[in-house]
């Protein structure tokens, strides 16, 4: 167990629909991480965010959004679903003290998505 | 850009050793980290190597050369329990990771 966790496991949605997935990092960490990963595109990283704000962005469709609470929990929004959108979406947290350290990232168990 | 290249799936025999390969191509380094993934579940940390050399931590060590963009992960005493996905990632100056699409490992009796 990693201490971090996501919610909800699984998630069945129809395309158009908008879904919204949820972490808590590690007790402590600063840094939140979401991925996407299909079985063709392996793992790609979404965002970042560190203590509350936006550190840096990856393959990121505009349909999809985040953001990072002052509790440091994390919500991934994702919009108007296609069926390419069907995939798992993990999370991660550091203990980075800073937002550019490099730092172990360690990963919730994720959220599997099925888009009809 | 960022390139990661693994072999695409491996095979091995329990008891036996094995070497995943990884190079990489990034437009800056900041360190290399080993994961493994069973099917369906959380990528888990294994490695991290920044310095050249060798990495060991029980059964796997992992190996690092900067000047080459190369880096290979090898595991000792294989176990049926070994059998997954291991990932080669880059961190290429942010705090970010660039991962390889992973290597399956079949470990069979």
């Known amino acids: 167990d990693s201490g971090v966790t996501q919610t909800p496991k699984h998630l069945i949605t129809a395309t158009g629909q908008r879904v919204t997935l949820r972490c808590s990092p590690r007790s402590g960490d600063l840094s939140v991480y979401w991925y996407q990963q299909s079985l063709d595109q392996g793992l790609q990283f979404l965002i970042q965010y560190y203590n509350g704000e936006e550190r840096a962005k990856g393959n990121i469709l505009e349909r999809f959004s985040a953001q990072q609470f002052p509790d440091l929990h994390s919500e991934l929004n994702l919009s108007s679903l296609e069926l390419g959108d069907s995939a798992l979406y993990f999370c991660?947290?550091?203990?980075?003290?800073?937002?550019?350290?490099?730092?172990?990232?360690?990963f919730g168990p994720g959220t599997r998505l099925t888009v009809l | 850009g960022q390139n990661i290249d693994q072999p695409t799936e491996m095979t091995a025999t329990e008891g036996a050793i094995v070497q995943i390969n990884c190079t990489y191509q990034t437009s800056g380094f900041n360190g290399l980290f080993w994961y493994q993934q069973h099917a369906g579940e959380a990528p888990t940390f294994l490695s991290y190597?920044?310095?050249?050399g060798l990495e060991e931590k029980g059964r796997f060590s992992s190996f690092l050369s900067r000047s080459k963009g190369y880096s290979y992960l090898l595991l000792k005493e294989l176990q049926m329990k070994d059998s997954a996905s291991y990932l080669c990632a880059v961190n290429s100056g942010y705090s970010t990771l660039t991962f390889g699409k992973g290597t399956m490992l079949l470990v069979s009796p």
């Open positions: 190597n920044v310095l050249d």
């Open positions: 991660a947290s550091s203990a980075a003290r800073t937002s550019a350290a490099t730092d172990t990232q360690y």
